[in-house]
């Protein structure tokens, strides 16, 4: 069994910075593509970012490309989402999510296993 535990989370002002992390813990780390996902009030769940397990390829949203950062330790079986000049339409809970079918997965359902979420907070 996979578990997957996200935080980080808190209320920011706009402009802020967050980072958070997801401690993956049960089976091989390093053999998994990790994302980042997020679901505001009202609206469907929303990729955001993917990493490869090796963490030469990511890929981003373009809602998040270039104010988001998405890296990943697997020393620590720890990925991290790095968030800088956070506006309120980032407000959402966010998730983190692996999959095992290799590079290029990054809808919800392509992603096998998923955090509890923690919720971010931006007040303009």
């Known amino acids: 069994q996979v578990q997957l535990v996200e935080s980080g989370g808190g209320l920011v002002q706009a402009g802020d910075s967050l980072r958070l992390a997801c401690v993956v813990s049960?089976?091989?780390?390093?053999?998994?593509?990790l994302g980042w996902f997020r679901q505001a009030p009202g609206n469907e769940r929303e990729f955001i970012t993917a990493?490869?397990?090796?963490?030469?390829?990511?890929h981003y949203a373009d809602s998040v490309k270039g104010r988001f950062t998405i890296s990943r330790d697997n020393a620590n079986n720890t990925v991290y989402l790095q968030m800088n000049s956070l506006k309120p339409e980032d407000t959402a809970v966010y998730y983190c999510?692996?999959?095992?079918?290799?590079?290029?997965?990054?809808?919800?359902?392509?992603?096998?296993?998923w955090g509890q979420g923690t919720q971010v907070t931006v007040s303009s």
């Open positions: 999510a692996a999959n095992d079918k290799g590079w290029g997965s990054f809808m919800g359902f392509e992603y096998d296993y």
């Open positions: 049960g089976r091989t780390f390093r053999s998994y593509t």
């Open positions: 990493i490869s397990w090796s963490g030469r390829n990511t």
